[in-house]
T-cell receptor, first 111, second 113 residues
Framework: QKEVEQDPGPLSVPEGAIVSLNCTYS??????FMWYRQYSRKGPELLMY????GNKEDGRFTAQVDKSSKYISLFIRDSQPSDSATYLCAMTTDSWGKLQFGAGTQVVVTP | NAGVTQTPKFQVLKTGQSMTLQCAQDMNHNSMYWYRQDPGMGLRLIYY???????DKGEVPNGYNVSRLNKREFSLRLESAAPSQTSVYFC????????????FGQGTRLTVV
């Protein structure tokens, strides 16, 4: 069983809708949680990170971490076609940056 | 501001051939990583280097070797390529001990036939 589980999608939504993405994990030692966005044929780029449990908001993006349920979420409000990409969750037990990734969810936002 | 640069971008190898993937970063980061990305598997860590002069195995090291040439450069070598090594390879770097933000290169698409 993988340490980090993520539904690969694809997830198709109309422009303006809320996109809801999530990951579950099994290692309770994970403390740092990240979301990366990866456009086709590009490297991943950091979108958001959170430490421990709680919510974090950045513009149209909100990341949530529920350590008691071992569940993290990313919400994208007012989605745009430019949000079409693969979103990868990642997490690590320490600050050394050795990340454990989910498989990634492909998101398609249609005009 | 180049960030993390990988060469080559594309490569086709025959089974049994060898090659080295090059990676260089200009952000003065201590830590560097090699990942491979396969459909449905996400990114899996092959090797990492926490600091200059050190390297450690990741999740899927078999069939690979690495060299941390200096602080800037971290290379990945396939000694005898196999079709199972067909993948997209990403190099990344991060500042050890601080925010765990890894900066990624653009990737190398490798096909082994």
């Amino acid at each position: 069983q993988k340490e980090v589980e993520q539904d690969p999608g694809p997830l198709s939504v109309p422009e303006g809708a809320i996109v809801s993405l999530n990951c579950t994990y099994s290692n309770s030692a994970f403390q740092y949680f990240m979301w990366y966005r990866q456009y086709s044929r590009k490297g991943p780029e950091l979108l958001m990170y959170t430490y421990s449990s709680g919510n974090k908001e950045d513009g149209r993006f909100t990341a949530q971490v529920d350590k008691s349920s071992k569940y993290i979420s990313l919400f994208i409000r007012d989605s745009q076609p430019s949000d079409s990409a693969t979103y990868l969750c990642a997490m690590t037990t320490d600050s050394w940056g050795k990340l454990q990734f989910g498989a990634g969810t492909q998101v398609v936002v249609t005009p | 501001n180049a960030g993390v640069t990988q060469t080559p971008k594309f490569q086709v190898l025959k089974t049994g051939q060898s090659m080295t993937l090059q990676c260089a970063q200009d952000m003065n980061h201590n830590s560097m990583y090699w990942y491979r990305q396969d459909p449905g598997m996400g990114l899996r860590l092959i090797y990492y280097s926490a600091s200059e002069g050190t390297t450690d195995k990741g999740e899927v090291p078999n069939g690979y070797n690495v060299s941390r040439l200096n602080k800037r450069e971290f290379s990945l070598r396939l000694e005898s390529a196999a079709p199972s090594q067909t993948s997209v390879y990403f190099c990344a770097s991060s500042e050890t001990g601080q925010l765990t933000e890894a900066f990624f290169g653009q990737g190398t698409r490798l096909t082994v036939v």
